[in-house]
């Protein structure tokens, strides 16, 4: 029961420093601090040798290249052995010819997972849900999606949320909804009265003081 | 370990940092360059290499030890 409690106040929050950690993976002792200056997304998945784990992997390893391009490092995590790892990575190359090119954690002392609140006792007490953090370059967390055990993740969506978040920091705007990129974004909403109404004369393209956008 | 084989021979990834380090002793930054490697895994690997004696770091950048210059310059070319 206090295992449980533990795990369920430990969760992360948006805008926090991720938890630090050092962990065995398939490339060797990783820590946390190893990708400072990188973007990086941490997911978890339940289990080796599963069918819908199996194609989020391949569905992972096919938008590595697109994420390198963004500067994104990928760390894949369960609570299986490393050798597990290894021989399932093996095992996903000998039959898909799909090369899993990131580390993946072996956290069999669940480490990683409580300190990221990665188990949800209400799915499984002893796998990791599918857990995504986006991790930006100073190691601060600014995204978390939590998917159930049956449903696989949506690549397209992470990628869209790398580019949202990346133009955020750029360009200091958000992104509306269902924004790709090359749409346009949205203005921060004014803070002051004197401040709505210069917005208006600013030449965006406005439903009305609270909501501009423009074209970047 | 990553860098280095229970046989005590560099792997792959380790023998490319050795090899950008026996070129020129350098930054983490540095060696990721050099040797094609994402940054992560050389910070990683950096680490294993001087626990094994085989680099050290003198301020901001890593150089071979005289262990780490003998195993770099068995490496085949």
């Known amino acids: 029961m206090e295992e449980v409690k533990e795990q369920l106040t430990s969760l992360p929050r948006l805008g926090q420093a991720a938890p630090p950690f050092e962990a065995v993976t398939t490339q060797g002792m990783i820590k946390l601090e190893d990708y400072k200056g990188s973007w990086l997304i941490l997911f978890s998945h339940p289990a080796d040798f599963t069918p819908v784990c199996t194609t989020e992997f391949i569905a992972f390893a096919e938008i590595y290249p697109e994420l390198q391009k963004r500067g994104v490092e990928l760390l894949g995590l369960s609570v299986d052995s490393v050798s597990s790892h290894i021989a399932w990575a093996r095992n996903v190359e000998e039959k898909t010819k799909v090369k899993i090119p990131f580390p993946i954690i072996a956290d069999l002392n669940k480490e990683v997972s409580t300190a990221y609140g990665m188990i949800h006792p209400g799915q499984s007490k002893t796998e990791t849900v599918r857990c995504v953090f986006i991790i930006d370059d100073k190691q601060v967390i600014r995204t978390i999606l939590y998917y159930p055990l049956t449903t696989g993740r949506n690549m397209d969506e992470i990628l869209r949320i790398i580019d949202a978040l990346q133009t955020t920091d750029a360009n200091g705007v958000a992104t509306p909804a269902n924004w790709r990129p090359g749409d346009k974004v949205v203005i921060p909403p004014p803070n002051t009265q004197e401040m709505a109404e210069e917005r208006l004369k600013e030449g965006y393209e406005c439903v009305d003081w609270y909501l501009c956008q423009k074209k970047l | ?77």
């Open chain 2, 1 to 77: 370990m990553a860098c280095i084989s229970p046989d005590g021979k560099p792997t792959v990834s380790g023998a490319k940092m050795l090899r950008a380090l026996k070129a020129k002793a350098g930054s983490a930054e540095e060696v990721s360059q050099q040797a094609g490697l994402p940054l992560f895994r050389v910070r990683s690997g950096l680490r294993e290499l001087a626990q094994a004696g085989l680099v050290s770091l003198k301020g901001e950048k890593y150089e071979l030890s005289a262990k780490g210059s003998e195993l770099a310059d068995s490496l085949p070319a």
